[in-house]
């Protein structure tokens, strides 16, 4: 698994193992509140503070792979959480002013940008495991919405 810290740092940890198999810090980089990993287990993204999204390879050398960056979303000061469609072939954050962003993951263009939450940020989003379709948004307004 991985986990992340304000001081600008990653570690990925293997389960059952007390100390981190890799340590990821570059003093180029932001601080990443926020990972998920993608369903088809072979990269997962990070939430920068820069307001793009970072993807990483999940096996062996953990390293970042600088052409697939994720970018459109204001998240400075928020850790909007990461989300991925059933299916693998879409990505989708909130942001720091209460929007939602699609992204295409193969292409990492943004398909769609809408305004979710009125008061602050859309902290949250996630799809439906079981229809596609549908994805559920909250925010700091205290209110869930379900999307279709």
Known sequence: FVSTSDDKKILIWEWGLP?????????????????????????W???????????YAARDRFKRIRKKVFKGHTNAGYA???????????????????????????????????????????IDMQWHPLQPSLVASCGWDGVIKLWD
């Open 19 to 43: 100390v981190p198999m890799k340590y990821i810090s570059d003093p180029s980089m932001h601080a990443v509140p926020t990972t998920a990993l993608h369903p088809w287990e072979q990269h």
């Open 80 to 122: 909007c959480q990461i989300t991925f469609s059933p299916n693998g072939k879409y990505m989708a954050s909130g942001d720091g002013e209460g929007r939602c962003y699609f992204w295409d993951w193969k292409s990492t263009k943004q398909i769609r940008r809408f305004r979710a939450h009125d008061d602050g940020p859309c």
């Open 45 to 55: 993204a990070a939430q920068s503070m820069e307001n793009e999204i970072h993807v």
